[in-house]
């Protein structure tokens, strides 16, 4: 599989088409020059959430960086594993683990409802703490995308909120959208803010979507009403460009990525019954994503936020080779090894069917995949001049970046069971925590995030307030 | 009770000859007619009963099967079971449309078993095929292996299906008259059981259900051939033509001169030699004796005929283009082939637009469809901003809900979008909602099922799949940016306002064979737009829902129901507004010197007159459409009958008042209104007039001028009426081939001007006059009339004019021209709306009872199929 990767460089020498003032930004940035923060050592702070769907049962995770966890190797000392770290008490009657697990990461309270969190997340802690008066000028207060198509709430894919439980931002869920968010700003069409307008972009796109259908090999349209259809749909085409027109407004800014090939929002979850997609056009989306990502860091276009890496209780049919380091690792091929259509076809039924006693080869596959493309992200703000900051670290030395998942070992019957010794990975943050190999924790949740904000210098602490927090000491440096 | 009934009868020995031989036992529904009784059987009937009202229905498009437990049959299944015996040969045919490809069992579409493993015979549907089971003293009790239509495909579309099996062993499939599959298998029908039970649609024990409808059920003693069959497809199920069918070769000449040559001699022939010219004394409209006597026509040799000679060498059509290579092939073909002439009279109206043109557009909501669909589906009243907003409707063929003109503009997506978000948030969306759901939680769970029933209403017909996941996209969407269910809410609805269900009126057009029935929410879109040019309301949307629409009755009464509704009168008026253009009085500017005392509220006083006068005459005094041409009243402000040069009646400015023109003789009636004798401009030209009266009121169609005459508008002046200007285009050599055709129409409004003021004497002294003759198209002498009131009871008492009122609003509800195609239809709407009284009412129940409404419109077939 050929995956290009987009740096800074080779997003401003254009993604097929021509860059917007390139000749500028080269004089602006001759040879191998820095990223604007990285030009003085001051180093910010920074805070963001990786979360990754379908987490790593315990059983499965190994005591140092092979097995599963094999992908991560390389930034063994940019990283500390924790194991034994439990969430039971985000465990909520009426919800299902999936759910609660995914909404405890980061905030480590069970959800408020449907759509909302119970609490902040240590993201938008440390943000509050560091900048109580906003963040600078033109900054993206938080940025939060991802790649994911099980929709159905909130807190499956959005792991950035604020202390009332609502969303810190909102979702990006396509690289342009990503890239817009971060370099450009929406022309307002009428009055009405920004999130409005994109929402309305939303219905529009779901509206462009029904034309497809009626223009498409489906349709149950004659001919003349298709080419009918296919006029409105250029109309509707050319109103989105007209009306949702994207002012650039930083000049540093690379080409406009490509449009998505993926299926996006509704049509990503057709009620949960999945979709069928390779692994070639998983990466190819999420590593877009990933590099934009990384590149609005590299900027300092973004201090705080999360990046999703599929949805908690994901819904996919996978299917392609994998290889990792020149060997085949295995053939994804969810629906016909689970002998399933639908949602029964799709790779979170491997989790449902875990027995620690047996091999669970495809579960272990699917995991190991996924930490290959969270190092793919974190060494995207570790490696190259790009990301060498004042001080001589990386960005991902630097900064705070928790990685963490749902619970994940299928055992729906015994939620306890199941929230118990969830994932979790740190990075140094300018060298508050330990890093460079894998730690029993045995704590909650709880305490290794207030833990966490402790040493960030932030007072405020997750969950209720008479509750006494245990700072867990061995993961401090 | 009887939840519903499937009629049947059988059919006697001594009978069989009359009907096919061998039939025995046939039920079948026949479109057009009330519950069909076929035949008998030593004279009893009897009856299919369907386990209750849910599991089937009966009417006129059919028996629809919606659940388990089939319709069972209550006549001697044991004497059935004997007679095949004993014959040791059967055949079954069906006329079905499945509801889906995906049923499988196979689905019992008519069976005659114990349960699901013992049977005489089963036909079913499995996927998209047919399979038969069938007992044989050889093969198993459960008539397996099953044979099957392994050669042809099944199709979502009204379909015929026969299996036949021959006392050799010999079973064939048929599909569409096709054979889809030939099996032989060995034994005899000696060990079939006869205590078992005839069934339609499912097992006596269920759980093989078939979904769909059914309009025939026939079983013979004996196994039918293949032309026979082909012949029996070829017949449809109520006797009318498949176009499908192979044609025999003197069809396929009939056909031929129906679909083109009749449309060639309309185009490049009767302008001359038609009833009224007949130019070198040859009417070429008719199909006389004379064509043949002459040798203008000889059957089978084109080279003999003069038609084709004078054709052939260009020599006809004098002063015009020739006609073009493949039309003349087509002449040749058709001469060649016999010379068919199945049609009385060539009318223009019908046969100057080709006959395959019926190319099926999804109709677009007009202007005024979407404010009524927006305030009857959301409750909003949006007429103000729609009609600044939204670009006006551009007429076409008459009528600006012509469906092929209704095109998209960036400026309605423009517009789309703003008056969604402007109907949204006049909407009061806790309440909206609360129709559809309690539950507010933005969960999976909730929002399919609030989305189907938000959708169904919205949306006008159930929610497909992926719908849902779109709708679904956009309320997890609002959800994630902090957004709760009344903001989705406010959401969906944008989407589903700017939906292409809802801006168009969608249709299966495609992979529906070429006769299917539109479903019960097609129909049920198809009669509130016809009736009311809005949504269907919720009553009509549950019986959909239940698949009760389609029943003859329920439909009558729904008919009745919505003809008394205000929206009913909202429709009609647009109709006649249409009819005759009367938005072209918003634009009238009179030349003010001509005109010194015009004042632009008259335009508007003179639209009101007529569209009060229609209200009048149609609603509430329930005349006949032909009585808007001559009932002696009208209503007027005091200003327009000061215009008109009547004596006032006393009613305060600028409001209106009826007035009895009963002593005005020169007065009464739409073309006596000033809406209509402005349509001259301010020169009252007698052309355009009387072009009016041809098209709009007589239905005749005429060609532009050649290009090199010169059209400019000749003035009258001292000595010259604007009468005699016309009487001289009328004698003029060049000219008056056509303009005999429609001048004279008009010479009775000449002492109307052209704002519609009464004068004896124009303007230079010459005196007026107000008689003239009437040419209907078709009749070859013309009728003459003395004085203004006596053209419009002329007209009003003229077949020809009632039949155009009937077919402009059949056009009108079709939102297309109509064609060769339709004109059988239409004359059948004609004629039941006349039996009825000829109101609007009737010709409006007589539309939506009509097989334009119940049949869905297919793509057109293509020219091969017609041709050869």
């Not at chain 2, 997506?413 to 933005?442: C, G, P």
Request: include cysteine.
């Amino acid at each position: 599989m050929k995956t290009r990767s987009f740096t800074r460089r080779t997003l401003l020498r254009g993604l097929g088409g021509v860059a917007i003032g390139l000749p500028v930004m080269e004089e602006m940035f001759p040879g191998t020059s820095l990223a604007a923060s990285a030009a003085s050592k001051q180093v910010p702070t920074r805070a963001f959430n990786v979360f990754f769907g379908l987490g790593i049962p315990d059983p499965v995770q190994p005591n140092q960086f092979d097995g599963v966890l094999e992908p991560l190797a390389p930034l063994r000392d940019q990283l500390m594993v924790l194991r034994g770290v439990d969430q039971v008490r985000c465990d909520r009657s009426g919800m299902n683990a999936h759910f609660d697990g995914a909404t405890g990461a980061f905030t480590a309270t069970p959800p408020n409802g449907e759509a909302r969190s119970g609490g902040a997340s240590i993201d938008q802690l440390v943000r509050r703490a560091h900048y109580p008066d906003g963040l600078p000028k033109g900054m993206v207060p938080t940025l939060v995308g991802g790649t994911f198509f099980r929709r159905s709430r909130v807190g499956r894919y959005v792991h950035s909120y604020n202390p009332d439980g609502t969303t810190a931002a909102a979702m990006q869920e396509k690289p342009r959208d990503l890239f817009e968010r971060v370099f450009g700003r929406i022309r307002l069409s009428g009055e009405g803010n920004e999130t409005e307008e994109r929402l309305k972009r939303s219905v529009l796109d779901s509206v462009a979507e029904q034309y497809k259908f009626y223009t498409g090999a489906n349709s149950p349209l004659g001919y003349a009403s298709k080419e009918r259809f296919k006029d409105h749909l250029d109309r509707i085409r050319e109103y989105e460009e007209r009306s949702f027109a994207i002012d650039i407004d930083d000049p540093r800014a690379p080409s406009m990525p490509p449009a998505s090939e993926l299926k996006h929002s509704g049509a990503a979850d057709p009620g949960g019954e999945g979709i069928d997609i390779t692994l070639e056009e998983l990466t190819k989306e999420w590593r877009l994503m990933a590099d934009l990502y990384a590149l609005a860091i590299q900027m300092d276009r973004a201090r705080f936020g999360s990046i999703t890496f599929l949805a908690a209780g994901e819904r996919i049919r996978l299917k392609g080779d994998y290889h990792y380091n020149g060997k085949l690792i295995h053939r994804f091929d969810d629906g016909s090894q689970l002998n399933g259509s639908g949602s029964k076809g799709c790779s979170h039924e491997w989790w449902h069917r875990f027995n620690e006693s047996k091999k669970n080869e495809q579960l272990r596959a699917h995991a190991h995949m996924k930490m290959r493309e969270v190092a793919y992200f974190l060494t995207r703000l570790h490696e190259g001049e790009d990301n060498r900051e004042g001080n001589g670290k990386s960005i991902l030395e630097n900064s705070m970046i928790a990685i963490s998942t749902e619970s994940g070992d299928g055992r729906h019957s015994d939620v306890k069971r199941e929230l118990s010794g969830i994932f979790h990975a740190v990075t140094g943050a300018g060298g508050r925590f330990k890093t460079g190999g894998v730690l029993k924790a045995n704590s909650e949740g709880i305490d290794v995030y207030n833990t966490m904000l402790d040493a960030m210098g932030v007072t405020s602490r997750l969950g209720p307030p008479d509750r006494k927090y245990h700072r867990l000491d061995s993961m401090l440096a | 009770m009887v939840d519903s009934y499937f009629g049947l009868m059988w059919l006697g020995k001594l009978q069989i000859g009359l009907l096919c031989a061998g039939l025995l036992i046939q039920a079948s529904s026949s479109h057009g007619q009330e519950p069909i009784l076929d035949s008998v059987f030593r004279g009893e009937s009897s009856e299919w009963l369907a386990k209750s009202s849910s599991t089937a229905l009966f009417g006129e498009s059919g028996l629809q099967l919606k659940s388990s437990g089939g319709v069972r049959y209550t006549g001697d299944s044991k004497e059935l079971s004997k007679q095949l015996k004993s014959a040791g040969a059967m055949s079954l045919e069906v006329w079905i449309q499945p509801d889906g490809l995906g049923q499988v069992g196979p689905a019992r579409i008519l069976t005659f078993s114990k349960n699901a493993n013992e049977r005489n015979f089963t036909l079913g549907q499995n996927g998209d095929r047919i399979e038969a089971r069938l007992r044989t003293d050889k093969r198993s009790k459960n008539g397996t292996p099953g044979l099957d239509s392994n050669q042809g495909k099944l199709a979502q579309a009204l379909t015929h299906v026969v299996f036949t099996v021959s006392q050799e062993g010999n079973t064939v499939i048929f599909l569409n008259g096709e054979v889809a599959g030939r099996q032989r298998v060995q034994g005899t029908f000696k060990n079939w059981n006869d205590g078992y039970q005839l069934l339609i649609g499912d097992e006596a024990s269920g759980g093989r259900p078939w979904k769909g409808r059914i309009f025939r059920v026939a079983i013979f003693d004996r196994s039918l051939n293949a032309s026979e069959v082909n012949n029996r497809f070829s017949k449809g199920i109520g006797g009318e033509m498949q176009k499908a069918v192979k044609l025999s070769s003197s069809d396929r000449n009939a056909e031929l001169f129906e679909t083109k040559i009749a449309t060639i001699l309309t185009k490049h022939c009767l302008e001359c030699h038609d009833s009224v010219n007949q130019k070198g004394d040859l009417d070429l409209s008719k199909s006389l004796a004379s064509h043949f006597d002459e040798e203008i026509l000889v059957a089978g040799n084109a080279d003999d005929s003069l038609l084709w000679e004078s054709i052939e060498s260009d020599e006809m059509p004098k002063k015009r283009d020739p006609i073009s290579d493949e039309e003349k092939e087509l002449v040749k073909k058709w001469i060649e082939g016999g010379a068919s002439w199945t049609i009385d009279f060539i009318d223009p109206a019908i046969y100057s637009r080709p006959a395959d043109n019926a190319t099926p557009w999804a109709r677009r909501l007009t202007v005024s469809e979407y404010i009524n669909t927006v305030r009857d589906t959301l409750g909003v009243d949006i007429e103000e901003e729609a009609g600044r907003l939204l670009p006006p409707d551009i007429r076409a063929d008459g009528f600006s809900n012509t469906a092929y003109n209704l095109s998209v503009d960036f400026k309605h997506i423009d517009a789309y979008v703003k008056l969604a978000n402007l109907i949204v948030a006049k909407m009061d969306l806790e309440a909206f909602s609360k129709r559809f759901t309690k539950n507010r939680e933005l969960t999976d769970k909730n929002m399919i099922v609030y989305i189907e029933a938000l959708g169904q209403f919205v949306l006008r017909g159930p929610v497909k799949e992926e719908e849902k996941a779109l709708y679904r996209g956009i309320t997890t969407t609002t959800a994630s940016m902090n957004g709760g269910f009344i903001e989705a809410t406010g959401h969906l609805l944008e989407a589903m306002i700017q939906s292409p269900r809802f801006l168009y009126r969608i249709e299966r057009q495609h992979g529906i064979g070429d006769k299917a029935f539109a479903d019960d929410f097609e129909l049920a879109s198809r009669i509130s737009y016809t009736l009311w040019g809005s949504s269907p309301d919720e009553e009509l949307l549950r019986l959909a829902e239940k698949g009760e629409l389609n029943h003859s009755k329920v439909l009558s009464q729904q008919t009745q129901r919505m003809l008394k509704d205000p929206r009913a009168i909202e429709r009609s008026l647009d109709f006649v507004s249409e009819w005759l253009h009367l938005d072209r009085l918003s634009h009238i500017q009179p030349n003010p010197l001509s005109f010194p005392d015009w004042k632009p509220e008259l335009a508007q006083a003179m639209k009101d007159e007529t569209l009060t006068f229609f209200q009048e005459v149609v609603w509430n005094e329930k005349l006949p459409m032909a009585a808007l041409f001559n009932t002696p009243y009208s209503f007027m402000t005091p200003e327009l009958a000061d215009h008109y040069g009547m004596p006032t009646q006393s009613s305060g400015k600028g409001k209106m008042t009826k007035h009895d023109l009963t002593g005005i003789p020169e007065r009464g009636g739409i073309l006596t209104q000033g809406s209509l004798l402005t349509i001259g401009g301010d020169e009252a030209s007698m052309v355009t007039r009387g072009l009016f009266v041809l098209n709009d009121l007589l239905r005749g169609v005429i060609n532009d001028p050649p290009p090199s005459v010169n059209t400019e508008i000749v003035a009258s002046e001292p000595g010259l009426s604007k009468r005699e200007i016309g009487m001289g285009r009328v004698s003029d050599k060049t000219c008056g081939g056509c303009h005999v055709k429609f001048e004279p129409l008009a010479y009775g409004l000449e002492k109307f001007d052209g704002l519609g003021s009464f004068e004896e004497i124009d303007e230079h002294g010459n005196v007026l006059r107000e008689d003239g003759e009437v040419a209907i198209p078709g009749d070859s002498e013309p009728v003459g009339y003395g004085t203004v009131a006596e053209l419009m009871d002329l007209l009003a008492a003229s077949s020809r004019v009632q039949e155009t009122v009937t077919w402009k609003m059949t056009q009108f509800a079709m939102g297309r021209p109509l064609n060769a195609r339709d004109a059988a239809t239409v004359n059948a709407i004609h004629r039941g709306a006349m039996e009825a009284g000829g109101r609007y009412e009737d010709v409006m129940s007589a539309i939506v009872r009509s097989d334009l409404i119940r049949y869905l419109a297919p793509e057109p077939l293509t020219d091969e199929s017609v041709s050869h």
